[in-house]
């Protein structure tokens, strides 16, 4: 039997997240569970995508599912994963588990392809195309090199964004 279990989401600042993460070198019982509480971490959120520093975990490690929530699950486990080639430019409405209650446009490659490892060891290559497929590759990749969605954004959005962090944070305190 395999217990699940729903790991803490680690939420921006954590410096945790601006940490480039380390190959998984092999892909043992341990990283199989990782891989299990990942899944359920982010179906349960709900998020279309996990990586595993947002889980405290600096491994190059993501699971990714953009199917509709009404449709049999799908889920991607990206091992190791790579940017092979990128084309086109589009421009998209992004969230992030890590950073709650923020929404902004972020410049992205239309089209993506990513060579990654599945849970077998095996070397396989995803297309994303003009899609949410594209995107969340990227912004998963993104946070596996220690970049964020406010990173990608202009500097006058992340001016406000980091003021609106330091007056919620300092109104939390208070209360
Ligand atoms: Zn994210």
Redesign the pocket.
């Known amino acids: 039997m395999v217990f699940m279990a729903t790991l803490e989401i680690l939420k921006y600042p954590n410096p945790i997240l601006k940490k480039k993460t380390r190959p998984v070198q092999k892909i043992d019982p341990s990283i199989h569970q990782l891989i299990q509480d990942m899944a359920e971490t982010m179906y349960a959120a709900p998020?279309v995508?996990?990586?595993a520093p947002?889980v405290g975990c600096p491994l190059r490690l993501a699971v990714v599912d953009v199917t509709p929530a009404d449709q049999p699950k799908n889920l991607l486990v990206l091992i190791n994963p790579e940017v092979v080639a990128t084309e086109g430019e589009c421009s998209w409405e992004?969230?992030?588990?890590?950073?709650p209650e923020y929404t902004e446009e972020v410049k992205r490659k239309k089209r993506i392809i990513v060579r990654y490892q599945d849970l077998q060891g095996e070397e396989r290559e995803i297309v994303g195309d003009d899609n949410l497929l594209s995107i969340a590759l990227q912004?998963?990749i993104?946070?596996l090199e220690g970049i964020?969605?406010i990173d990608r954004i202009s500097r006058l959005k992340r001016g406000l964004f980091r003021r609106r962090v330091e007056k919620e944070s300092k109104e939390g305190k208070k209360s």
């Open positions: 998020g995508g996990l990586a947002q992004e969230g992030c588990l890590s950073i912004h998963e993104d946070h964020l969605f």
